[in-house]
């Protein structure tokens, strides 16, 4: 299907902009009142908490579906708090900068992940039985199948002759 969104499709679209919009707005709310971070600064910690080891900042930007300036910008700031390290190369690449979480960015992660479940849950879960869950992760895999298929088709193709 190509062309132009109408009708139903446009409709569905509208919606999901305004409940996402909708839903980072209150639980982007409930982390800076109850854990002191924005809701950028959790997806960071988030993603790092998950690389107990660190990991590259290109690759973490790409993970998170962030530009690379954006995640700097973000970098920065958690350093500026206490929560990030950044070192030099990884080994493989003496250029790579590796991030990672400090204590005090663990505890800072734990703090928030407690109220953002939370939040997800009243503002989200809430309002959906087990069928439309499983019914909306269906769609959601679908569309983020279709996204990663139209982006590597996008991709130029690199030469395996060399």
Known sequence: MSGTLRGPGLQAWEKLQSVTEQLRRETG???VTEAGLSAAEFTVLAHLAASPAGVRSAECAR???WDSSRLSHQLRRL???GYVARRGGD???GRATVVGL???GRRAHRRAVIPHLEAAQ???GDALTDAQIAALHDVLTAVEAHIERRITASEPQ???QE
Do not use: H, I, N, Y
């Open 79 to 81: 350093e500026k708090r």
């Open 29 to 31: 709310r409930v982390l």
């Open 122 to 124: 009243q503002w989200f």
């Open 102 to 104: 400090t204590p005090d």
């Open 91 to 93: 080994g493989s690449d």
């Open 158 to 160: 690199k030469d395996t």
């Open 63 to 65: 993970a998170m579906g």
